[in-house]
């Protein structure tokens, strides 16, 4: 079994910046892919970023790039999403999850945290 712990969220205007992390516990965290996808009310999950195992290979969502960074630190068992000038329709949870590889489809995650909150005000 593998535990995901969302932080970081919050309240930030548009055009702020935020850092949202995930802790992970349980199996070694060097072992899997990692990936956050965000979900807005109303809205189907949707992929965001992802790394690969070594964190050597980076995705992002056409949306995204350019403004987040995804990264990880496998000495604390943490996945990063650095967000920068947010916009307030990417308001939504954002959720880290596990998996074998780095998809962009959230089937192919085994795992998923809990999530955690950004909204973004106008």
């Known amino acids: 079994q593998v535990q995901l712990v969302e932080s970081g969220g919050g309240l930030v205007q548009a055009g702020g910046s935020l850092r949202v992390s995930c802790a992970a516990s349980?199996?070694?965290?060097?072992?899997?892919?990692m990936g956050w996808f965000r979900q807005a009310p109303g809205k189907e999950r949707e992929f965001v970023a992802a790394i690969n195992r070594s964190g050597g290979s980076t995705s992002y969502a056409d949306s995204v790039k350019g403004r987040f960074t995804i990264s990880r630190d496998d000495a604390k068992n943490t996945v990063y999403l650095q967000m920068n000038n947010l916009k307030p329709e990417e308001t939504a949870v954002y959720y880290c999850a596990a998996g074998l590889n780095p998809s962009g489809t959230p089937g192919d995650y085994r795992y998923w945290g809990q999530g955690t909150q950004v909204t973004v005000s106008p």
């Open positions: 349980g199996r070694p965290f060097s072992w899997y892919a």
